[in-house]
């Protein structure tokens, strides 16, 4: 444990930034999640909506400094690239 008042401070300040990040995270797994089944039912609507509303909360992830800006950049080309995927699925059938 820190002894002196402003260690006690930074401890206190990074405990709550480590449960913001991880809740944030957590949001983004979820509708990372969501999209992801949204496909698998085979609902497109729904799915590229979704796929908007993962790509915005991964770039405010970036701007809040939760995600390296690559890691989200290849997180949303590889969601894309399934969507991409899942078009070309439909118009071969």
């Excluded at 089944?37 to 991964?58: C, F, H, I, P």
């Excluded at 989200?72 to 118009?91: D, M, P, R, T, V």
Aim: no cysteine; glycine share 4%.
């Amino acid at each position: 444990m820190p002894h002196h008042k402003s260690a006690k401070k930074a401890l206190r300040q990074s405990e709550k930034r480590r449960l913001r990040n991880k809740a944030f995270k957590s949001r983004v797994k979820t509708e990372i999640k969501k999209f992801l089944n949204y496909l698998e039912s085979g609902n497109l609507e729904k799915a590229e909506t979704q796929l908007r509303v993962a790509q915005s909360l991964l770039h405010k992830g970036v701007s809040k400094g939760i995600f390296h800006w690559k890691r989200a950049g290849n997180k949303i080309s590889k969601l894309f690239q399934k969507l991409e995927k899942f078009k070309q699925k439909l118009a071969t059938q």
